[in-house]
T-cell receptor, first 106, second 113 residues
Framework: NAGVTQTPKFQVLKTGQSMTLQCAQDMNHEYMSWYRQDPGMGLRLIHYSVGAGITDQGEVPNGYNVSRSTTEDFPLRLLSAAPSQTSVYFC?????FGDGTRLSIL | QQQVKQSPQSLIVQKGGISIINCAYENTAFDYFPWYQQFPGKGPALLIAIRPDVSEKKEGRFTISFNKSAKQFSLHIMDSQPGDSATYFCAATPSNSGYALNFGKGTSLLVTP
């Protein structure tokens, strides 16, 4: 989608592994968010940021860390992957969502 | 706790008909109410949004109706087309919270030819 780029598009991890989901935007927007989407659950907010250096927890933050060192980038870190974190992850600005990262934890 | 409740879960409409999806919320701090359309394998796309100072907003075939006193809002898709078949999500947020959205669980819309 225009303006928000997520990498990778697909990833398979083993339980206990760590990884970082990348998100970059080119709209110079202050606000960015991470969501996970699970069947029948809609989209749930993990973490969000209102500007560089400022982050806050959403509805389901456990097991995830974020940082916002620049306006453009908002990476999401899985500290020790668990099967319950198998999901599709979306990064967003107020107007645009990325196309998602499909993550499977074995 | 689901802060935004959406219904129905699924909807089948004939081509040319009106699709109606409803949402309700409790948090009176919410002041921005967007609707998103999502196709399989893609991220949600912002369709239309409303703020509580107006009761209706129309963009093309898509209309949001907003009832502040009832804390409800709805999406109407007029002259529904097969290309409208997608999952629709309502959301709500206090806009001073960085647009951190609270989503409904979604409605799967199928428009039949």
């Amino acid at each position: 989608n225009a303006g928000v780029t997520q990498t990778p598009k697909f990833q398979v991890l083993k339980t206990g592994q760590s990884m970082t989901l990348q998100c970059a935007q080119d709209m110079n927007h202050e606000y960015m968010s991470w969501y996970r989407q699970d069947p029948g659950m809609g989209l749930r907010l993990i973490h969000y940021s209102v500007g560089a250096g400022i982050t806050d927890q959403g509805e389901v933050p456990n097991g995830y860390n974020v940082s916002r060192s620049t306006t453009e980038d908002f990476p999401l870190r899985l500290l020790s992957a668990a099967p319950s974190q198998t999901s599709v992850y979306f990064c967003a600005t107020p107007s645009y969502f990325g196309d998602g990262t499909r993550l499977s934890i074995l | 706790q689901q802060q935004v409740k959406q219904s129905p879960q699924s909807l089948i409409v004939q081509k040319g008909g009106i699709s109606i999806i409803n949402c309700a919320y409790e948090n009176t701090a919410f002041d921005y109410f967007p609707w998103y359309q999502q196709f399989p394998g893609k991220g949600p796309a912002l369709l239309i949004a409303i703020r509580p100072d107006v009761s209706e907003k129309k963009e093309g075939r898509f209309t949001i109706s907003f009832n502040k006193s009832a804390k409800q809002f709805s999406l109407h898709i007029m002259d529904s087309q097969p290309g409208d078949s997608a999952t629709y999500f309502c959301a709500a947020t206090p806009s001073n919270s960085g647009y951190a959205l609270n989503f409904g669980k979604g409605t799967s819309l199928l428009v039949t030819p």
